[in-house]
């Protein structure tokens, strides 16, 4: 366990160093989050609701994906193409822990970094210029916090499913952009799930992706209340151990494949 | 003429190694169809909840968007210089192309080249039609030299930016993340520019002039009067920041000294 923890620290403080990559990195959430308020104010002129959510809590749903994106985004999907590109897996393979559990400590890292250096003083910083609404429920933040924990996790998952795909195809950049578009569009990210026509949403609750976005920011715009919420949470839950097996199939069928390019 | 020569010979080349990875370059195609779609059904579900966006039309929206993916894929194959800072600053890549004979930009942009990203301007070319179809837009015969006038304009504006931001990394060579983040900037330009507040518009307009690539120019043949003469400034916008792009090169070249090995 102590090795994880310690994965977790070594990523943080090499985050820790490259420090303009922080202030460009809230500016750059600022930036997204002003171009969204304005669009939605452009959408919802003279409209009080759409879908059952008002501008105000549509900015803070806008500005909450983002934050949160901040915490379960990372690119270990990448970074395993390229461990498996460069021949860097073959070492790694032999290190005494899991490989597939180091990359995601190492996200997790990461995920803390941002967290506390970026999406804290975004949200401060974006509170200030638009309009947003934070709920004063501490059961809010609780099942918020509980839910971005779930994202992070499936997110993780299909970053590993992902990154380990290119052990059969050795180059995948073009299946990690297209999975990046994938989670962007059909998380919510961009759009609350509840925006799309009736039969994409039918379509999108048979697979994994808004539990990443949707339901976390959902959650704290309290647009989702009592049994969604819990729904919303054993949703996440469901997809994070179902997503288990095809990872553990995957992962066993790939070390068998495993071919050194270089290295 | 030996600038011409030697940008068929780097294209060949690339060629070459494109289709070495063939499936690849397929899926490649495919999430760059994507990547467009993204957007295209931003637009499409937004205005299943409202049909106005400040006066312009949903067939509007769509065309300005199928119009800014011309000038776009043009920039992507052609100025793909997002990671210079890294390939060529800290691995110090850059003494070797300053051996070589021809400038220094030209070879690094063709080292760069990314041909496929071309297949986006026809899907823009598309889409714009589709939109253009539904509106019931007439078009002159002059209206054909004056959209590659624009689409070439609107690459240039975002050439522009992007290498002056590129030439940072002469006087400083750490990392940094102004790229993405000018990326998120560039996408304002895709929508009315009515939309935005003054502090805003100003600096589209002005300073990062994302709005010659989308917005200005779709007005043009959208027919709006009000924005004629902006979207003819296009050109002369893309030529100005071209021009202050290769200026600060120049100058940041003679600054440069190697870091790598």
């Given at each position: 366990?102590?090795?994880?923890?310690?994965?977790?620290?070594?990523?943080?403080?090499?985050?820790?160093?490259?420090?303009?990559?922080?202030?460009?990195?809230?500016?750059?959430?600022?930036?997204?989050?002003?171009?969204?308020?304005?669009?939605?104010?452009?959408?919802?002129?003279?409209?009080?609701?759409?879908?059952?959510?008002?501008?105000?809590?549509?900015?803070?749903?806008?500005?909450?994906?983002?934050?949160?994106?901040?915490?379960?985004?990372?690119?270990?999907?990448?970074?395993?193409?390229?461990?498996?590109?460069?021949?860097?897996?073959?070492?790694?393979?032999?290190?005494?822990?899991?490989?597939?559990?180091?990359?995601?400590?190492?996200?997790?890292?990461?995920?803390?970094?941002?967290?506390?250096?970026?999406?804290?003083?975004?949200?401060?910083?974006?509170?200030?210029?638009?309009?947003?609404?934070?709920?004063?429920?501490?059961?809010?933040?609780?099942?918020?916090?509980?839910?971005?924990?779930?994202?992070?996790?499936?997110?993780?998952?299909?970053?590993?499913?992902?990154?380990?795909?290119?052990?059969?195809?050795?180059?995948?950049?073009?299946?990690?952009?297209?999975?990046?578009?994938?989670?962007?569009?059909?998380?919510?990210?961009?759009?609350?799930?509840?925006?799309?026509?009736?039969?994409?949403?039918?379509?999108?609750?048979?697979?994994?992706?808004?539990?990443?976005?949707?339901?976390?920011?959902?959650?704290?715009?309290?647009?989702?209340?009592?049994?969604?919420?819990?729904?919303?949470?054993?949703?996440?839950?469901?997809?994070?151990?179902?997503?288990?097996?095809?990872?553990?199939?995957?992962?066993?069928?790939?070390?068998?494949?495993?071919?050194?390019?270089?290295? | 003429?030996?600038?011409?020569?030697?940008?068929?010979?780097?294209?060949?080349?690339?060629?070459?190694?494109?289709?070495?990875?063939?499936?690849?370059?397929?899926?490649?195609?495919?999430?760059?169809?994507?990547?467009?779609?993204?957007?295209?059904?931003?637009?499409?579900?937004?205005?299943?909840?409202?049909?106005?966006?400040?006066?312009?039309?949903?067939?509007?929206?769509?065309f300005?968007?199928?119009f800014?993916?011309?000038?776009?894929?043009?920039?992507?194959?052609?100025?793909?210089?997002?990671?210079?800072?890294?390939?060529?600053?800290?691995?110090?890549?850059?003494?070797?192309?300053?051996?070589?004979?021809?400038?220094?930009?030209?070879?690094?942009?063709?080292?760069?080249?990314?041909?496929?990203?071309?297949?986006?301007?026809?899907?823009?070319?598309?889409?714009m039609g589709?939109?253009s179809?539904?509106?019931?837009l007439e078009f002159h015969w002059y209206d054909f030299f004056l959209f590659l006038l624009f689409a070439?304009?609107?690459?240039?504006?975002?050439?522009?930016?992007?290498?002056?931001?590129?030439?940072?990394?002469?006087?400083?060579?750490?990392?940094?993340?102004?790229?993405?983040?000018?990326?998120?900037?560039?996408?304002?330009?895709?929508?009315?520019?009515?939309?935005?507040?003054?502090?805003?518009?100003?600096?589209?307009?002005?300073?990062?002039?994302?709005?010659?690539?989308?917005?200005?120019p779709s007005?043009y043949f959208l027919g709006?009067?009000?924005?004629y003469?902006?979207a003819f400034?296009?050109?002369?916008?893309?030529?100005?920041?071209?021009?202050?792009?290769?200026?600060?090169?120049?100058?940041?070249?003679?600054?440069?000294?190697?870091?790598?090995?």
């Open positions: 366990m102590d090795k994880y923890l310690e994965m977790i620290r070594i990523r943080f403080l090499m985050m820790l160093a490259y420090r303009t990559n922080y202030y460009t990195g809230i500016l750059i959430y600022c930036i997204n989050i002003g171009a969204y308020y304005f669009l939605w104010s452009a959408i919802y002129s003279g409209k009080s609701a759409i879908q059952g959510m008002s501008i105000e809590q549509m900015t803070t749903y806008v500005a909450v994906s983002w934050m949160a994106r901040a915490f379960y985004f990372n690119n270990i999907d990448r970074e395993i193409a390229m461990e498996i590109k460069e021949g860097k897996v073959a070492v790694e393979l032999i290190r005494p822990y899991s490989y597939l559990g180091m990359k995601t400590m190492q996200g997790l890292g990461e995920g803390v970094f941002r967290l506390f250096f970026l999406s804290f003083p975004g949200v401060v910083i974006t509170s200030l210029l638009f309009p947003l609404h934070f709920s004063s429920d501490i059961r809010t933040w609780g099942y918020f916090a509980l839910s971005i924990m779930l994202s992070f996790v499936i997110n993780s998952q299909l970053n590993l499913l992902a990154g380990v795909v290119t052990f059969f195809t050795l180059n995948n950049e073009g299946l990690l952009r297209a999975k990046r578009f994938v989670i962007d569009l059909f998380s919510g990210l961009i759009l609350p799930i509840s925006f799309y026509p009736h039969w994409a949403q039918e379509v999108m609750k048979y697979f994994p992706f808004q539990a990443i976005s949707y339901i976390p920011s959902m959650i704290f715009t309290e647009s989702f209340h009592g049994k969604a919420v819990i729904d919303g949470l054993l949703f996440q839950l469901m997809w994070s151990i179902i997503l288990l097996l095809p990872l553990q199939l995957l992962w066993k069928a790939a070390k068998k494949r495993l071919v050194v390019q270089g290295g | 003429m030996f600038y011409v020569s030697v940008f068929f010979q780097y294209m060949a080349q690339y060629m070459k190694t494109k289709l070495q990875y063939r499936a690849d370059l397929f899926v490649e195609f495919l999430s760059d169809l994507m990547f467009q779609s993204v957007n295209l059904i931003f637009i499409l579900v937004v205005f299943g909840h409202t049909t106005l966006l400040h006066g312009w039309t949903r067939d509007e929206m769509i300005i968007y199928g800014f993916l011309v000038p776009f894929a043009l920039f992507g194959a052609f100025f793909n210089i997002w990671d210079f800072n890294e390939r060529y600053i800290v691995r110090g890549e850059m003494d070797r192309v300053l051996t070589r004979p021809v400038h220094s930009l030209f070879q690094v942009i063709l080292e760069r080249m990314e041909l496929e990203s071309l297949v986006g301007g026809v899907t823009g070319l598309i889409i589709d939109a179809a539904r509106l019931h070439l304009g609107g690459m240039l504006v975002y050439a522009g930016v992007f290498i002056s931001l590129a030439t940072i990394s002469f006087w400083s060579d750490a990392r940094s993340s102004i790229m993405p983040m000018m990326y998120n900037i560039s996408n304002y330009g895709r929508y009315p520019i009515d939309i935005y507040n003054r502090v805003i518009r100003y600096i589209l307009t002005w300073i990062l002039p994302f709005a010659f690539v989308g917005v200005y007005a709006k009067k009000e924005w003469s902006y400034l296009t050109p002369i916008m893309g030529v100005i920041f071209f021009m202050i792009a290769i200026m600060l090169w120049n100058k940041g070249i003679k600054h440069y000294r190697g870091a790598g090995n």
